[in-house]
């Protein structure tokens, strides 16, 4: 079983930075992909960024250039570091893993962290 567990939400000002981290009880290698996912109130959870076990990282359009997903393996930590923050990112932080399997893939999910951004 694979647990993860975010830390580093909080309130923050618009055009300011925050942290995020996700815990893995396994190595992060061990893990085809790992994904950050946030879900703002009445709106339905989206992706924002994604970083598989090989290390190519992938973004959702609205946040590229300000978001930089990273892991640290010997940690089994992957972060989300968020930069020139924006109300509009204002949301539960999920981090969620993925490993592949023969009979289908296995996911797992974190219970969130929550960001706010003021205006």
């Known amino acids: 079983q694979v647990q993860l567990v975010e830390s580093g939400g909080g309130l923050v000002q618009a055009g300011g930075s925050l942290r995020l981290s996700c815990a893995a009880s396994?190595?992060?290698?061990?893990?085809?992909?790992i994904n950050w996912y946030r879900q703002a109130p009445e709106k339905e959870r989206e992706l924002v960024a994604t970083?598989?076990?090989?290390?190519?990282?992938t973004y959702e359009d609205s946040v590229k250039g300000r978001f930089t997903i990273s892991r640290d393996n010997a940690k089994n930590t992957v972060f989300l570091q968020m930069n020139s923050l924006k109300p509009e990112d204002t949301a539960v932080y999920y981090c969620?893993?993925?490993?592949?399997?023969?009979?289908?893939?296995?996911?797992?999910w974190g219970k969130g962290t929550l960001v706010t951004v003021s205006s």
């Open positions: 396994v190595s992060v290698l061990s893990i085809d992909a």
């Open positions: 970083i598989s076990s090989g290390g190519q990282t």
């Open positions: 969620h893993g993925k490993i592949l399997r023969v009979w289908g893939p296995k996911n797992y």
